[in-house]
């Protein structure tokens, strides 16, 4: 599989679709938003991409989790109880099965997502103190790195922090950090990654190179092998679909 099968969340978008809520929904203003949908499953449970909202208030009800992490503008999110938080640019959260409330875009507001579209039985009820905010003080990190046989270059190290996982064991949202280094990987599952610091490089098995540095997001697909390698301590949000 080439790196050109790794999909970049970056200027050259796919066709976007609108997203414009029920009249019903609305709370105020006149939101309407822009979807660019840039991954689905193959079993049709996983759709990654961007959203994009112009300023507004709409009522919501989560059927299924969502990661989201704000790229742009700033958004307000509140659960039935009135509890809300405000989100700015790089606040990263899981939003459980099961929560209801609104979210108000306070200006036109962009964010990456990824839905896993499995409900949870007994998932009602769920409030803001459910969701899982990555922005919050971190819990203590598992402490790991690559097999032995995999490393090619260094002694890298990493922190694992998951902070979210379905009940079904098929989706994981966290952290990861990693010391500089170089390894082989083979992903059997999928992956979408955002770079928060440092700077590493992707290579395919034919020795094609992709540069991440922060902000970069992409997604990579199961089949994709090649090599990571850490240039610089490298930090990531991720969202591994099993």
Known sequence: MPIQDIILFGPDRPEPFEDKPDPSRVLAGAPSGLIWNYHQSADQKLLAGILGLTPGKTSVAYDFPEFGVVTQGRARLADESGAERELAPGDAFVIPAGF?????????????????MQTEEGANGRTLA???????????PEEGAPAPEK????????????????????????????GPGK?????????????????????DEQGQTLELSPGTAFFIPPGFKGTWEVLETTRKQYVIFA
């Open 151 to 178: 490393v090619l270059e260094g002694n890298p190290k990493n922190l694992t922090w998951n902070l979210y996982e379905s009940p079904d064991e098929r989706l994981f949202c966290g952290l990861w950090e990693s």
């Open 100 to 116: 209801k409330g609104s979210w108000e875009s306070l200006e036109p507001t962009e964010k990456h997502y990824c839905i896993y």
């Open 130 to 140: 459910q969701v899982t905010d990555f922005q919050a003080p971190l819990p203590a």
């Open 183 to 203: 390894w082989a990987i083979s992903y059997e599952e999928s992956e979408y990654c955002r770079l928060l610091t440092g700077h590493s490089r992707l290579a």
